[in-house]
Nanobody, 125 residues
Framework: QVQPVESGGGLVQAGGSLRLSCAASGRTSTMYTMAWFRQAPGKERNFVASITYDDSGKTYADSVKGRFTISRDNAKNTVYLQMNSLKPEDTAVYYC??????????????????WGQGTQVTVSS
């Protein structure tokens, strides 16, 4: 069992930056890909970024490429999402997710079983 816990959300002006953190409990959490998804009001939850357990692969949604950076520190069981050049359309609840199966590193929401409670990011124009 893995339990992700997000932190770091808040209110920021357009063009600003925020860094989200996700601490994952569970002694095997460092063996899994970890991902960030986001859900805006009235919209579906969408993939943002993922990082493999050994940092060998990172994947980003087209909408955040060049602005967001995902990283991890396995010694701290923590994944980060550095968000720069934020836009009002980045406003959403951001969720950290861990897949059920070792080796899964895709962007499909159906591949992820363990979810955090979410952290709100609001970007004002």
């Amino acid at each position: 069992q893995v339990q992700p816990v997000e932190s770091g959300g808040g209110l920021v002006q357009a063009g600003g930056s925020l860094r989200l953190s996700c601490a994952a409990s569970g002694r095997t959490s460092t063996m899994y890909t970890m991902a960030w998804f986001r859900q805006a009001p009235g919209k579906e939850r969408n993939f943002v970024a993922s990082i493999t357990y050994d940092d060998s692969g990172k994947t980003y949604a087209d909408s955040v490429k060049g602005r967001f950076t995902i990283s991890r520190d396995n010694a701290k069981n923590t994944v980060y999402l550095q968000m720069n050049s934020l836009k009002p359309e980045d406003t959403a609840v951001y969720y950290c997710a861990v897949p059920k199966f070792l080796g899964y590193s895709g962007s499909s929401i159906t591949g992820y079983t363990y979810w955090g409670q979410g952290t709100q990011v609001t970007v004002s124009s």
